[in-house]
């Protein structure tokens, strides 16, 4: 068998995904998995039969192992569902690591850390538990922290949070798949301390002493910390704090994120390095191999053992074992032959964004790079029938040129198929500029990374030789700054795409094998690959034809405000009522606009000049290019909001002020009448009424009592469909007599989980329970999404809800409802 290894590897990975998705009894997994390798050890005969269900057996009971509660003291089941305000002892797993975020102008830093406990305190009385959690704190821990340290910290003791909105980033799932499953958070550093005490002498970790030297030699010569040198530790060390969002966003426009990983390219480059000076002293390609696996280690151990370095290493490890021993090399069977050992190592992995990157990547290179390159190069040649001696110098350097980068464009292409898919899931972007991009950074990359090996190779004993180093990669990281800036600013450089079906990606993916499928029977292969692709993406295709014309309402309820994203058909009347304030329109607005596909937006209305509901704005306004801002007529004392209100004013073709009898993408404006003020900003908040998808919706913003009143009295709204309310600032939401007067068939308040007092009170819920209307709270259901078509609506939440009685029995029991 030409690729042994590949066989293998699929029927270990099912075993895995079977083990993760499906309770299965860990005891009957082993018992299947020893019955299946007793038949293969003593029959022959059926050796080649039970192979496939062993390694199947084997992968779940691998996973299951990793994910099951096996301990009685384990900390699901002391914690368990509860919050707690609890102390914990263990040992820090990972030195712990920083994020810094830019806010107002200034820096915030943040530590994070893993924490392998070992007692846990909560009612006052120590207790035995095993188990990881993350903890963070506010600013950053003393150098005297790091990997192997025993620690007590105080803080609360909870489940880590879920995304916000569908489509957003999955922070417990993102834990979960690492053996963490709860989150310690901390008010500040005073919250730790050190088991041993701080006078205890315990010299850091060989990874922590090596980065604190290599750190001080990259910059060695230097004038000063600033970008391009943090994003040289980044590079080079695997020094994530200098990968803000803000420095991050144009690499990743562009596509070019993965330099900064210490992953495949680190790797190969200082292996590719070793074997150039070693086979320039004629060392023998077995004593390079000795020398080479080692020193790859040594490299992901002093840059602190980063997953993706793991990866990297073992796949290295895998090539240059088999160019040592002198083996014929196949990318596809190394690539099945690393991923093996990894998911043996940790099945978990599997489930991570960065596995499934580096293997899908080099499997599109392996599949569709190795022979597009062949037929590059045999139509990129000088003639045969042409002695090499008699082609001119000029003719073979040209064509040398061309093949190479004709080359290196073939790989991009590759590497971009690859993970298209797979960058749409997790990063909702297209970036075809990194086509072209990457023939540019990737080289770029190449050098300053390899004059900062240089700079540390010589650091130690030739200090000034390890300065023109680091002027040498500091000027190429400068380099690769402003190409990437400059290049996600060209036209079509990239779009923002909504997250792709899971059919889709499964399609897209067969399509890829198939189309890069060779071999004996290559055609079979391709035929079943594609039948299997196309009968996906006609599932796909079914499930796109029953939701057309239909329109999607999303309510997020964010720290004392909310937003609401009105999605429609195509794009011309898709519409965002407020944004709530700069933090949450950077962190979840932005986000889930982008979730969405959104790159552009041609309507915000802004209710009224609440900063928890417009602080935002700005940010929103410039980073979508909405067309059109609405805002009501009355003035307002929210400095922000009158900041906008300035910006807006020398802009008066995006600026529309509206009051009521006014129309917006659809809807109509029922209140504020024109020339109306009242003194409470909640009571001059625009109201909006109208039919989506055959539905009413009633959008009242924080409506006060005095705006209700009023609302009454005009006669405004149209009765029965949803309404959706914020909670006023002084007394309550949905008087009895708007209740009476629109007669809805669902209620939903965009309370807020936190700060508390923006949570609906026990008033609220009994009145709003005895109408008999059903009642949806977002501090206890989270983001709620409608979807509206033909008359019909339906929704979901994104926590499960709390039984109530002012639900239906038929919605109470689900997450999702259909009512006619």
Known sequence: MKRPILPVLLWYMGGVVIGAWVALPIVGLFILSFVALGAGLFSGRLRPFVLGPLLLFAGAANVTCKTTVLSPIDIRLIVGENIETARVRGKIVQTPTHRIRWRNGKEIWRTLAVIEVDS???????????????????????????????????????????????????????????????????????????????????????????????????????SAEDEPLRLLWAMTLGWRTALTDEVSEPFMKTGTMHIFAISGLHVALLATI?????????????????????????????????????????????????????????????????????????????FQAGFQLSFFVVLSMALLGEPLIERVRGMIRTDPWVPGELVPAWKRWAISGLRNTANAFVVSLSAWLGSLPLIAVYFHLVTPVSLAANLVMVPLSGAALTCGLGSLLCGAWAGWVSELFNHSAWFWMRLMMLISEKASLLPGAYFRVPTPHFGLVCAYYLALVA???????????????????????????????????????????????????????????????DCGDEQSAAFVVKAYLESRGFSRLPWMVLTHGDVRHVGGASLIAEEFQVATVCTGQNRSRSPSYRQMLAQLAQEPKRWRQLCSGDTVAGLRVVHPARGESFAMADDNAIVLDGE????????????????????????????????????????????????????????????????????????????????????LYCSDVGTVTLRLKAGHWQFSTMNPRKPSDALPQEASSSDESDVD
């Open 692 to 775: 989506l998808g055959g539905v009413r919706l009633l959008l009242l913003s924080d409506l006060g009592p005095e705006g209700q009143a009023a609302l009454i009295e005009r006669g405004g709204p149209g009765r029965g469909g949803i309404v959706v309310t914020g909670l006023p600032s002084r007394g309550e939401p949905l008087s009895e007599s708007l209740i009476e007067a629109v007669n809805p068939e669902l209620v939903i308040v965009a309370d807020s989980d936190w700060p508390a007092y923006e949570r609906a009170g026990e008033a609220v819920r009994k009145r709003l329970g005895k109408s008999g209307v059903p009642v």
């Open 120 to 222: 846990l305190n909560c009612t006052g009385a120590w207790q035995r538990v095993c188990g990881r959690i993350a903890a963070d704190v506010p600013g950053v821990l003393g150098r005297e922290y790091f990997s192997g340290r025993a620690v007590e910290v105080f803080g609360v003791l909870q489940h880590p949070p879920g995304p916000a909105a569908p489509g957003l980033f999955d922070y417990r799932s993102y834990l979960r798949w690492q053996g963490i499953y709860y989150r310690l958070q901390t008010r500040s550093t005073n919250n730790w301390i050190l088991v041993g005490g701080r006078q205890e002498k315990v010299r850091p970790p060989l990874s922590e002493r090596f980065v604190e030297w290599a750190q001080k030699t990259l910059s060695r010569g230097l």
């Open 274 to 350: 070793l074997v150039a000076v070693l086979r320039v002293v004629r060392v023998p390609r077995s004593v390079c191999g000795i020398v080479i696996i080692p020193t790859i280690w040594f490299y992901t151990a002093a840059t602190g053992w980063q997953a993706s370095a793991i990866r990297s290493s073992i796949m290295m490890t895998v090539v240059v074992l088999g160019w040592a021993l002198r083996r014929p090399g196949d990318l596809l069977n190394s690539l099945a032959a690393s991923a093996f050992l990894i998911l043996v190592w940790d099945p978990r992995q599997l």
């Open 515 to 577: 189309a890069g499928v060779q071999g004996l029977h290559a055609r079979r292969w391709r035929t079943g690959l594609v039948v299997v692709a196309l009968m996906l993406f006609a599932v796909f295709c079914v499930g796109a034809w029953s939701r057309r014309g239909e329109v999607t309402v999303t309510i997020l309820p964010m720290r004392g405000g909310h937003a609401v994203l009105v999605d429609g058909p195509g794009r011309a009347n898709d519409l965002l009522i």
